[in-house]
């Protein structure tokens, strides 16, 4: 298992259009992906659960990721989070 802190810069934060995206991009991945805001925490791959986060712009949260090639798909999604557009 590995994570990372990652702060939100995308304008609209994780809301609708951008989360939707974020879901998409990790299921593509063949480890467990989660996002944790405080002490919440939940599956990056479930879109219901990202926004029941609801994260905003300049939030702090850590992506973890466990399983196959886990370090180098927590890489790929902190850089997908980092180029984000609402």
Known sequence: MVAEKVI??????LHARPASNLVKEASAYPCTLRIRKGDKEVNLQSML??????????????IIADGPDEEESLKKIIEFINCLEG
């Not at 659960?49 to 850590?62: H, I, R």
Request: charged share 25%; net charge negative; proline share 0%.
């Open 49 to 62: 659960g990202v926004l029941s986060l609801g994260v905003a712009k300049g939030d702090e949260v850590t």
């Open 8 to 13: 939100i810069k995308n304008e609209t934060g």
